[in-house]
């Protein structure tokens, strides 16, 4: 939003006056919002009063605009001067002269671009204003009904939040508020449908055993339910990104189709930086594993260690350091907004982004994050998945696959605190808002590339030619209800050959998961859809415990 003051006369207005604001933000429960803003004009000088207040604002309609210059009644005209732009001006009626009189405006509008509904989540966002030192007091007021369901995030920290009037109050001062804005989400996940085809073809003489990435499960983010794979896989594994690979039988000569329909819950998740984890806490394993070097990240190039260096400082943990690589990449990065109408587009990797002129897309900006945290021996991925946008210049995505499918890139870092973040610089960039210390809901991980910077490859990779689309996502608020996330196993009693565990008295179980959905900690192990293991009990043990994908404890009765 920028705000624009014309005074009768004299210098620029910025020295001629004090602006402070009060604006409040009162949604609805259909996402329509009210606002209400006052401004007080405080005058510098006896010789320059305000005599029109305007405020110009982009991709926000605005309308039933009532407004009020010292107490009386004025009329705000609308005009649009630009594509997507609004500017709303309000003359002074009358004013009050002389150094350190004020003139008041009072404004009163509503708009639905705020608050809007995608999938089981609403997503606010109210958009930023770089202050001048002469405004000294900012304040907003954002009031949401608890029929939005409860916080995902609310970025940034308010200075107070109070529920108050029967809605959530969040608070926010010039200290508080950012120029990139207020962004918030409410709801108690995003839920999501799917259906992907994955296309097998075996130009060899001899049949052939082949893997595709399933959409994975990641522990208290992303939880998947494969409701069915046809065919059916040999079995799914797990590698060591947590990528969820089925295996398939390809005959010689020969061509597969498979279908795989399932639905997803995205749970938000939101930081502190402050609060990160010191870099010699680091997991050596970690560190070791994705801190190498790999084409598209550079990260023993010497302009790539440089930089790092450049940036690292010591004195701060591991989510401040990253969080300076993702400033500068938002900060020094141009997006190439004609990537999405190319059909192929070619990956330039981290060492490119950092030293070439010129516009990159998604892939670039992950690379280059990864990379840099890798160089300062911070452990990085990549993931690539499906990313759900409705402004494709605010919110790009440009990893261009056959048949028009197209994917999104974003990153993710080690903390030794909150374990893997993901974040998203690129949309960081074009957006104006903060994507490090929150993902939205609507980043949908395919895969997870860590120790490869090329393999395993994303759903959509998959095809026999360029003209078939082969992802669809469906953000349509209709997956699967919280009850049907539970566990089913199919447990049979087995004759018991191990020689350990029949000293010890234990008796053999086979547990397969017929659930469709990822179990955890059973007996130390996950369980992927369709898999079987043996699971040993003692003598008069009935049941088994295991949890899900939020550490959710179950126990399970043997029959």
Known sequence: MTVILSPIAGA????????NYDIRYDVQDSGETFVSQTTTITSLKNDVVPTTYSFKTKYLDVYDIAAQTNGKKTEARKETPGKNEIVITVPFSTYSIGEGKQNIVTMTYKTKGIASRIGDVWNIYIQGIDTPDTTIVYNIVLSVPPSMGPRIFVSPAPANEKFENGKYNYYFTKESFSSKGVTAAFGKYQSLNFRIKYQLKNNRILGSVYEVALPPDIKNIQQVKYDSIDPKPRKI?????????????????????ITLTGSAKIMGRQINPDFGGKIQDLPKELVREYTKNQKYWESDNDEIKNFASSILDPNLNVSQNTRRIYDYISSNLTYDQAAANQNLVTRKGAVAALTQRGSFTCMEFTDLFVATARAMGIPAR?????????????????????????????????????????????????????????????????????????????????????????????????????????????ITRAVNINPIQIVRGNIRHVVENTSGYFIYDLQGKTLVPGQKMNVYLKKGEDSIQLKDFRDKSYSIKIL
């Open 12 to 19: 620029q207005t910025e020295e001629n006056f004090i602006i």
């Open 382 to 490: 990549e993931i690539n998945g499906y990313a759900f946008t409705n402004d494709n210049v605010e919110k790009p995505i440009s990893i261009s696959l056959k048949g028009g499918d197209t994917l999104h890139s974003w990153a993710e870092y080690y903390d030794p605190f909150y374990g893997w973040v993901q974040i998203d610089p690129t949309w960081g960039t074009t957006s104006g808002t903060d994507y490090f210390t929150k993902l939205d809901t609507n980043h949908f991980a395919f895969v997870i590339k860590g120790k490869s910077s090329e393999y395993p490859y994303p759903a959509g990779a998959y095809s026999f030619s360029d003209n078939e689309k082969l992802v669809d996502v469906d953000f349509s608020g209709t997956a699967n209800s919280e009850k049907d996330f539970s566990p089913v196993l199919s």
């Open 237 to 257: 594994r797990l590698d060591k990104d947590g990528n969820a690979l089925a295996l398939f039988w390809v005959g010689p000569k020969s061509k597969l189709e």
